[in-house]
């Protein structure tokens, strides 16, 4: 194993973890409730608080208040004043884990064990950020197959880092800082035992490194002399501005005599990325340090995602495949960027094209220059994927014979911002010809399937090396029903086996593959996540599949605490299958087919016994995602937990729409939202409410962005079914988001269904606004009587502020009970800590002031 593991030889970089890190800071947690890729949705993912986080809960108390809208009532009472202090206190102690963010696995070097780096990240309150660290272990097998797992005595703070990227070899490690304030990004590449390389690379060659893993694309080449990656282009120049006009030769911002211009407004890609150059694609060369924009890339394509393809012996040039999305989004006759993030509906194809060629100005010389291809033809990016209208997360197996890669085209081809995928291969050739006759469907989109059969590929990411040792399978995630599963597929046959174990209610998400050898990370909503280690079984003859031997690593210092576990052990889940209310009309299979519910509760509740449990059920909080074809993971969610200790019980609803189900379910809901998907949750609180497990008088309702618009929808087309609401960023006012949104399309596609691509248009009519409006929970407005909390983030591109607060006042209007907190520096998902842990300890206190 590369001794940089070690972590010691990392001490410029690495700051002394002793003086940040306490004991109870060494928990693990991956806070994954939802998965998304769709463009309206919000993830209940709360804060994470260091346990060396000191303000205390009247602090807390006193900044919560500060926020809150003039006019929206406070309850001054002391009773409400003490549920601020104690919920804050008790938010804190749910909040003292870290997430594992990434995982890498090395061979050693006698072969008797595995070394294994991970990348955590923790939350700092106090400063509003995440802190991030690294934390290396070193995992023996022992001949009884027990595993021994040896941590490193602390773990190392990176400061100031933006990601880090081991080389294939794991001998070397690329630290990126990305420089703030316009000041020059950072490349630090360090060995076994020192930093090798400190590059800095200055803002005239290109801005900060994407790492937002979208457009992110950081890659070594397989000799390790060469960083393939994505950044900001520079800006275009601005106009300067003096005394005499305008102002000639170079331009200093600096000169109090003259001010730079605006010059012309640049589309930008929406929701995350404003104020961001445009992702090009860049090459370093470690050993001189020079940077250099790749060229024959067209000035049209944004790109992301960059791989190197294998070098061939007959090809001394290298060749780099990307991702490329148009500027001009041709399906919807749109010369605009249309907002990108969650959005799998973007068109988008795979490249090659020429890397750079550096060569030594002199022989021996250390300086190298650029040398250009003037060969046009061969200069010049190539489409391989054609008519393919959606590739991305380019894959080369370990021979180099096949390009892999994930589609979205049944998204891009029906409009939905998120839908099942599909995995193909492709052949690969040096020549960079795309061999678009045999592009092979592995993995195709599934319509519907059995209960307990594989529902479609449902997959946000391929880690860098995700290889058995036989080369040929490819391990993945993908969600499956309401939970997260491991998967391999044999990409020579196309067969596919799920690995992770069928009888597990948990989620699974996948870290790192080594061989036969895979690092996941499980959790369930009562159990936080717990890192795995799975070993691959090779099949006896007399057998009919493989088997996969799992077993836990044990983290002694990566412990949550007592009070945590005392509250978790009381209580349990179940996933529910929910009949589909109303089984009349032109459904498809698959939208026939039960949806599912996640039931949290407490131990002494969930038994069908109604007569015994009639006047001691908890209330009730039905939890809905965004999206709306996103879904809620059975997986450890530090927010869902904090509601459930409070003595709620939770309904999280996986309405039709929401990914896992298979293609036809998915389809099922656009053209019906504010019907359809309300009816499914509503059936599914009809379902919990008959079994005996929840008190009708005792309900209340929370959702965020498009499970915002269906809470404000519940409230008002059933006013006296919910206590009180608490939504987060909703979807209030369709006919008026449709003309400020980064994706108007989203609107026509949602409430049209398949036509509505067709009628998008940036200039509705009168009648498409009568149709959004009809839509919309605004056209409810008059019957609502629950009060609503409302979450809302000033700078949400997506769903704008103004949805949000238009159906506020008008509540107000009505005269029913309104709280706004308003996060002026948020946008859509309200994710910046601060922010995250206000917006659930309101939550909190809002539901139980309306308890009695």
Known sequence: MPALLNGLALAKTLSPPFSLVSPLANSLSIDRVSISRSPCRLLFQPLLVTSRTKFSALSMMEACESVVTRGSKHNPDKHFDEDYRDQAKLLQEFCNMSTVDKAWIFNSCNGTGSWAMFYLSQTNLLANKRTKYILSSYISKEESHSLTFQCTPFPFELVDVSTVVPSPSGSKLLIVRNGQNGSAVQLEIW???????????????????????????????????????????????????????????????KNINSWKGQGDWEEQWGESYSGKGKPSLFVVNVDSGEAQAVEGIPESLSVGQVVWAPLSPDDGQQTLVFVGWSDINVPHRVARKLGIKYCYNRPCSLYAVRAPVFEPKEPHSKSFILQRDEGHESASAINLTGDTQSAYFPCFTPDGRFLLFVSAKSAVESGAHCATNSLHRMNWSSTRKPDLANIIDLVPVVMHADVGSFPGLYCDSIIAKPWLSDGSTLILSSVWGSTEVLISVDVLSGKLSRISPHNSDSSWNLLAVDGGIVLAVSSNPVSPPQIKYGCFLDRKENETSSEWDWQDISLPKLAYSEKVKSMLSLLQFNILKIDVPDLSGNLTTGAKQPFEAIFIHSNSQGSSNKGEKENGLSPLIVVIHGGPHSVSLASYSKSLAFLASLGFSLLVVNYRGSLGFGEEALQSLPGKIGSQDVKDVLTAIDHVVNKGYADPSKIFVLGGSHGGFLTSHLIGQEPDKFVAAAVRNPVCNIASMVGTTDIPDWCYFEAYGSEGKNLFTEAPSVEHLEVFYKKSPISYVSKVKSPVLFLLGAQDLRVPVSNGLQFARALREKGVKVKIVMFPNDIHPIERPQSDFESFLNIGVWFKNYCS
């Open 191 to 253: 060995s076994s035992c020192h930093m090798q390389k400190d590059i800095h690379i200055p803002v005239s060659v290109h801005g900060p490194l994407y790492t937002d893993g979208w457009f992110e694309g950081i890659s070594w080449s397989d000799d390790e002399q060469f960083i393939a990656y994505v950044a900001e282009a520079p800006s275009s120049l601005k106009p300067m501005f003096n005394s005499f006009g305008i102002k000639e030769g170079p331009s200093d911002e």
